[in-house]
């Protein structure tokens, strides 16, 4: 089962995906995920994309198409999420080309409808931990008291990104209506998409997601 997670920053697809990796098996495709460690490892390409992103802008087609090509040639048993990709009608275009020439096919598109306001506070209450990308909130989800992950136990290590302040945001909310938006159609009038409310306890839209994949399981 090949599933994408469309919506803005914020909306949880992260913490969704990495749900589903722990209880399917699926594998997680984060294009952002993949961009930040080729910046934090300073490969030439990551170098070349890190100002792009702090700034809350989109990179090429070309480099995120690539890093999806890659990937796509090895498989995966348990399927793909698409994480953050595609964003612009051009990625999804590529996607579509992808997918058919590596013989998989495309199960659901799943829009997680957050409102802009919860957004902004998601987002800059948000940090992570270094040793496993647990989110925490420091309104909903406080980093522990003790300094240590509750998941994987790494004490001290939790980090902000550099694009999640109030001005990058205002650029990634305005990069999503503009390019990635469009995608809800696209997908719609290809009769691949479901509407989600991403604004329910995390376990609830787990729940919704479940549901989803149920129905695309009967459908294929
Ligand atoms: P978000 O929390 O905004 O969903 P991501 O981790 O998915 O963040 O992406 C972070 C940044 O990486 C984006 O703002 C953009 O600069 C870049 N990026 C990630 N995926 C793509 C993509 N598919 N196309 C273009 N740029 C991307
Ligand atoms: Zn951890």
């Given at each position: 089962m090949n599933i994408i997670l469309l919506g803005p920053p914020g909306a949880g697809k992260g913490t969704q995906a990495r749900h589903l990796v722990e209880t399917r098996g699926m594998v997680q495709l984060s294009t952002g995920d993949m961009l930040r460690e080729a910046?934090?490892?300073?490969?030439?390409?990551?170098?070349?994309?890190?100002?792009v992103m702090a700034k809350g802008e989109l990179v090429t087609d070309e480099i995120v198409i690539g890093l999806i090509r890659e990937k796509l040639e090895h498989g995966a048993e348990g399927g793909f999420i698409f994480d953050g990709f595609p964003r612009t009608l051009a990625q999804a275009?590529?996607?579509g080309a992808l997918l058919e020439t590596t013989g998989n096919i495309l199960d659901a598109v799943?829009?997680?409808?957050?409102?802009?306001?919860?957004?902004?506070?998601?987002?800059?209450?948000?940090?992570?931990?270094?040793?496993?990308?647990?989110?925490?909130?420091?309104?909903?989800?406080?980093?522990?008291?003790?300094?240590?992950?509750?998941?994987?136990?790494?004490?001290?290590?939790?980090?902000r990104r550099a694009d999640d302040n109030e001005e990058s945001l205002k650029t990634r909310?305005?990069?999503?209506?503009?390019?990635?938006?469009?995608?809800?159609?696209?997908?719609?009038?290809?009769?691949?998409?479901?509407?989600?409310?991403?604004?329910?306890?995390?376990?609830?839209?787990?729940?919704?997601?479940?549901?989803?994949?149920?129905?695309?399981?009967?459908?294929?």
């Open positions: 910046k934090d490892s300073g490969t030439e390409m990551g170098n070349r994309v890190s100002d275009d590529a996607l799943i829009e997680m409808e957050v409102d802009d306001t919860a957004l902004v506070e998601r987002i800059t209450a948000r940090s992570t931990c270094g040793g496993c990308g647990e989110v925490y909130n420091d309104k909903t989800k406080p980093i522990p008291a003790d300094g240590r992950c509750t998941n994987c136990g790494k004490e001290n290590d939790f980090k909310l305005m990069e999503y209506y503009k390019k990635t938006s469009p995608l809800i159609g696209y997908y719609y009038a290809k009769g691949q998409l479901t509407k989600i409310n991403g604004l329910g306890e995390i376990e609830n839209v787990q729940a919704a997601i479940s549901d989803v994949l149920a129905v695309a399981k009967s459908n294929s």
